[in-house]
């Protein structure tokens, strides 16, 4: 079983002015394992930026513990501290390179501050640009780069210090959809080749769905729910959960006809026509009135209604083909 290389215990964070008194996080309670990818997501407002940076202090929690590879951060020293952050890589929105470096001086740039000697640092840099596809790029500035290259330069530079933990501040967010999926493939493929553990910041779901293993969703400061993202999406219990999962709050549908089946997906195959599949063994059609689905990590979550023919020997073939495929399901009668 994996360790815990994070955990937050009791965090709270309060912003005091003269004008305001505003309470951005309270009673945080988090354990992020070892090598995965956790997601955490809210909307504009809810805390989630605040708690991402309480994790490697760039905000100091007002209360609480913030322990990352057993070390209690709150507690260290500012040298110490300085030292332990080595561990802990960060991207963020708006990329942060340095205007006046290339990229390669860019990915240089925290191994200057740590010391390392200049030709380790090149010959690093140089390694990390080929791991983020850029290896034709080491020359370009900023001002060269599209927004998508600037992420990869971004990343390459978070992983300059070999950092167990990468955290990733709404990292995709300035990105066109295309291009998002390219980040997000590349930050997927850095947590499996090297292990980082990887911390994912969003108010998008579908990064989340995406990329993440586990989710904490956050509200008013709050932790409202944590778990696997397939259990979150097939069951949300909590109201902010169902809000962003379903963009109207709701995951009902209204539908017409008599017979109707509800069918849940819990992690089927993509690359399994459930539906077409069962129409052509079956040899009878369905409408599909509803449908919310989601695929994460090549398999397919979500709910979807259809409406069943009236020929009941082909009804009940329908059943058996679903329970064979370990297809849940549920026969449910319109009110019309």
């Known amino acids: 079983m994996a ?41 504009s407002g809810a805390g989630k930026s605040t708690l991402v940076r309480c994790i490697n202090l760039l905000e100091r929690p007002t209360t609480g513990r913030v322990i990352v590879d057993d070390q209690d951060m709150t507690a260290l020293p500012p040298k110490a501290l300085r030292q332990a952050r ?29 010391g390392t000697p200049s030709a380790e640092a ?12 850029l290896e034709d790029k080491a020359s370009a500035y900023p001002a060269q ?32 959809p295309t291009t998002t999926r390219s980040i997000l493939a590349l930050l997927k493929e850095i947590n499996q080749r090297l292990g980082i553990t990887i911390v994912v910041i969003t108010h998008e779901m579908a990064v989340i769905e995406e990329i993440c293993q586990r989710v904490a969703i956050i509200d008013q400061s709050h932790i409202a729910e944590i778990g696997r993202v397939e259990d979150i999406f097939l069951r949300p219990s909590s109201a902010i959960a169902r809000k962003l999962i379903f963009p ?6 209204s539908f017409s006809g008599n017979r109707c089946l509800r ?74």
């Open 3 to 43: 360790r815990d290389i994070i955990r937050l215990e009791g965090v709270g964070k309060v912003f005091d002015s003269a004008k305001a008194h505003v309470v951005a996080l309270e009673g945080i309670d988090l354990a992020i394992q070892e090598g995965e990818i956790f997601g955490i997501i809210g909307l």
């Open 86 to 114: 080595r561990s802990i890589g960060m991207i963020f929105q708006q990329f942060n390179l340095l205007m006046q470096r290339t990229a390669l001086q860019n990915i240089c740039f925290p191994m200057e501050i740590a």
């Open 122 to 133: 090149k010959k690093r840099a140089e390694e990390l640009l080929g791991l983020v596809g």
């Open 145 to 176: 780069l599209s927004g998508g290259q600037k992420q990869r330069v971004a990343i390459a530079r978070a992983l300059a210090t070999n950092p167990k933990v990468l955290l990733c501040d709404e990292a995709t967010s300035a990105l066109d």
């Open 248 to 253: 109207d709050g709701k995951p009902e549908a």
């Open 263 to 336: 069918l849940v997906f819990e992690g089927q195959s993509i690359e399994e026509p459930i539906i077409s599949g069962m129409v052509l063994e079956c040899g009878a059609p369905v409408s599909i009135l509803f449908a919310d689905t989601k695929h994460i990590d090549g398999k397919i979550y979500g709910q979807m209604l259809v409406q069943l023919p009236d020929n009941q020997k082909a009804v009940f073939r329908m059943l058996s083909y679903l329970s064979m495929r370990g297809v849940h399901y549920k026969e449910e009668l319109s009110d019309v």
